[in-house]
């Protein structure tokens, strides 16, 4: 008894099995959870992650949300802004967990300026001040060198503040409670001061666009794809109860997909958010086909018992084949080291599993069950197949040479895409968080920070004379780098306090070479910094190890990479080597996320290409049609990444990897379309009768199911991250270049290939 037979025959129990095992593996959807966290996306094994990972033990990251105030009259310094600051001071207690905040109306004077104005804040109370005070408030803080690099805009239209908040533990459920708490105040603050833009932005507030713009995405484009592909399946098929019973089949693949995730412990994130969709499709995919099969079936006459179970036949290998080399495409992602990237491609392999195993088990029971008093006729496919079969019979040279000529043109535009990375393409362009990013670069020139951290060697190590001197040789090296826009470190406040000691004498701006003067200096700041906002730690609390942050603007992830290399060879030769010099934050590794990650998906895919060919040559059981196999299997991406190049050009780590995973995908339809032309050259049939019978055969199928495939993977332009949408526009006219390949440009081919064989083999004859 083959296994076409054995599915239909033993079907009930199989669906009974399936749905016993769906049951088991579901409930683990309820242990599923959401990653929001930005750092999810970097590669694990970078060789600074174990730096910046020491570093925060450290320093732990600062609870705080940034507060921006722009005046659209370009003067930040009138009543309604200043009084909304205020507002800010006077009900930061609306949020929870709130320590203190930092702004213009709790900044302090300089000491040079406190004794010229006499006081020690820049605003004095906002009831008294007269419109002369404003101007003057104006020209005070514009002419402060620190707020300007900190808080203030060269031009006086923008003002940030800080808000500190100290949450009682590090769960995710209590940083986005007290993100969400900020954004309330944030929407109270707009609603009483309406010609003031205010704006928020922090770490835990990137977490919440990110949070909230996954559930958006799950609860709104999963529903849009559910439905869209309903009404098309239905169309196509012109039968809603074949159309649900794909559905069923599809929505049981992602319920087993999430449930094992959700078993397996892992959180969805910001890539593998987008897995349960993919699967969605995949599983359709194969549904249609047999579907498609059968009532072809039924249509010549056979019943329902023997039509099942000859597309069954039919359709065995090839769905077996396009679920093996879609597997590999996505496990190929393996080879990335960024858990977005490598759990995207798990989740979807598991999903491609489950949507093969139900779509065998169930799908046969679910169409049995479908009465058949009106057998459908699917609309319109049938004669635009017959058409297409026409033309490539009759045109077939002339489309092989000119999509010949096509692709070779877009192939040679490749070249002109560049790898790049934005780490903010995953939120909203609309969010608060890009609109604060383009400011601070624009306005403040201070939206990237590099953080290095100096490590003494020695408990108290910070106060030893010759530590704080390297540290002032590095500092003032890199405030003469043209592309630091700001440096802070510990050695500009010793000195700031330092002057401050001496009567303001600027001639006492010099390091102190009292130990115990710079050890209570130290201590000082120490107190201060836990109640001002402002302030944040430069040294660790056992005064052994400095951070030095570097303040930049408007640099690309290039230029990034390159300063970090000038700075990092500086120190390598002119620190003693005694002294540690660590990375410390995350900035670079974002950066090096083109280099790392894009050759990590070379080798997967190098590896997953190689497979998928080895498969089909094994599983087509024919060395010259598994080679022709990868003409349609490796154009798609590259004529569509081709035409990305020439219009767009830019490509994150995170499309290319659509590369690999995009011939997993589009492996499907030419699987199906080689196999029934192998099948009719089996047969006896000449090159062209073959075609027409592939076509025939497959062509309704591979057209609907690219249509449903198109559909799901288009509805994700309406996704809230910019980086879904970009997938849209990249996945989608792949997909519908691998068909219109497997339409018009496959079939040629083979065609030409044989009939060449055939006559060198009468020839050699």
Not at 434 to 460: C, F, M, P, W
Not at 699 to 726: E, K, P, R, W
Request: hydrophobic fraction near 45%; include cysteine.
């Amino acid at each position: 008894m083959d296994l076409a037979r054995t599915l239909v025959e033993r079907r009930t129990l199989l669906a009974v099995l399936t749905i016993v095992v769906s049951v088991i593996v579901g409930w683990g959807v309820t242990k599923t959870s959401i990653d929001p966290r930005s750092d999810a996306i970097l590669p694990e094994d970078d060789p600074y992650a174990a730096q910046v990972e020491a570093v925060e033990a450290d320093f732990p990251r600062s609870r705080s949300a940034l507060f921006t105030f722009i005046a659209p009259d370009g003067d930040i310094f009138n009543r309604e802004a200043l009084t909304a600051m205020e507002a800010l001071h006077d009900r930061f207690g609306e949020v929870q967990s709130a320590v203190a905040v930092g702004s213009l109306v709790n900044y302090r004077l300089n000491a040079v300026d406190e004794t010229l104005y006499g006081r020690q804040y820049l605003l004095p109370p906002l009831d008294s001040l007269s419109d002369a005070d404003l101007a003057q408030v104006r020209d005070i803080a514009l002419a402060d060198e620190d707020l300007v690099k900190t808080q203030l805009a060269k031009d006086g239209d923008m003002a940030l503040a800080i808000f500190k908040y100290r949450p009682s533990g590090e769960g995710l459920t209590e940083r986005l409670e007290i993100a969400r708490s900020v954004v309330a105040l944030r929407d109270r603050l707009r609603g009483d001061y309406p010609n003031v833009e205010i704006y928020v932005l922090g770490n835990d507030l990137f977490e919440l666009d990110s949070y909230n713009a996954q559930i958006k995405d799950r609860n709104n484009l999963a529903p849009l794809v559910a439905l869209a592909t309903t009404l098309l399946l239905w169309l196509c098929l012109n039968s809603l109860v074949y159309a649900l019973c794909t559905l069923v089949v599809s929505f049981l693949g992602i319920f087993l997909t999430i449930g094992t995730v959700g078993w397996s412990g892992f959180a969805f994130n910001q890539i593998s958010n987008m897995g349960p969709l993919v699967v969605l499709t995949i599983a359709m995919a194969h549904g249609i086909h047999i579907i498609s099969i059968y009532l072809q079936g039924l249509h010549e006459g056979l019943t329902k018992l023997e039509a099942l179970e000859q597309s069954l036949r039919l359709n065995l290998q090839p769905v077996t084949l396009a679920t093996v080399t879609t597997a590999m495409g996505f496990l190929s992602l393996n080879y990335c080291s960024s858990a977005g990237i490598y759990g995207f491609g798990n989740a979807v392999a598991m999903g491609v599993f489950w949507a093969y195993l139900v779509t065998l088990t169930l799908l046969p029971a679910l169409i049995m069950w479908v009465p058949t008093r009106r057998i459908p006729r699917p609309l319109g496919v049938r004669g635009m197949i017959r058409r297409v079969s026409d033309l490539v019979t009759q045109k077939g040279n002339a489309l092989f040479w000119g999509l010949s000529v096509v692709i070779v043109l877009c192939l040679a535009l490749l070249p002109l895409n560049k790898v790049d990375f934005d780490r903010f393409e995953f939120i909203d362009k609309d969010s608060d968080f890009h609109r604060v990013i383009t400011a601070l670069a624009e306005k403040i020139g201070n939206d990237q920070s590099l953080v290095y951290a100096i490590d003494s060697g020695q408990y108290y190590g910070i106060a030893d004379p010759e530590f704080m001197s390297e540290v002032e040789r590095f500092a003032d090296w890199l405030e003469e780098q043209p592309d630091v826009s700001v440096v802070n470190s510990y050695v500009g406040m010793l000195k700031t306090l330092n002057e401050a000691e001496n009567d303001n004498d600027p001639a006492w701006h010099i390091l102190p070479d009292d130990n115990l003067q710079v050890i209570d200096y130290l201590v000082g700041y120490q107190l201060v910094q836990e109640i001002e906002p402002h302030l944040e730690p430069i040294f660790d609390p056992e005064y052994t190890t400095v951070r030095v942050v570097v303040g930049t603007s408007n640099l690309s992830n290039a230029q990034l990479l390159k300063l970090n290399k000038r700075i990092e060879a500086w120190h390598a030769n002119n620190i003693n080597s005694d002294y540690r010099v660590l990375h410390g934050s995350n900035t670079i590794l974002y950066a090096r996320l083109n280099d790392t990650i894009s050759r990590q998906l070379l080798e997967g895919f190098t590896v997953s290409f190689l497979l998928i060919t080895l498969t089909m040559l094994v599983g087509l059981r024919s060395v010259r049609y598994g080679l022709i196999s990868i003409a349609p299997n490796l154009l798609p991406p590259a004529v569509v990444f081709g035409v990305w190049g020439l219009f767009v050009g830019q490509l994150s780590p995170y499309i290319l990897m659509l590369f690999s995973i995009s011939i997993g995908l589009v492996v499907d339809d030419s699987v199906h379309v080689l196999s029934k032309y192998m099948a009719a050259r089996k047969a006896g049939e000449k090159p062209d009768e073959a075609v027409r019978y592939s076509l025939d055969k497959a062509g309704s199928a591979i057209t609907i199911t690219t249509a449903a495939l198109a559909m799901g993977t288009f509805i994700l332009v309406f996704s809230n991250t910019y980086y879904y949408q970009n997938v849209a526009l990249m996945l989608t006219p792949i997909i519908v270049v691998a068909l219109l390949l497997d339409l018009l440009f496959l079939p040629p081919l083979l065609v030409k290939l044989d009939k060449f064989l055939d006559r060198h083999r009468k020839v050699s004859a």
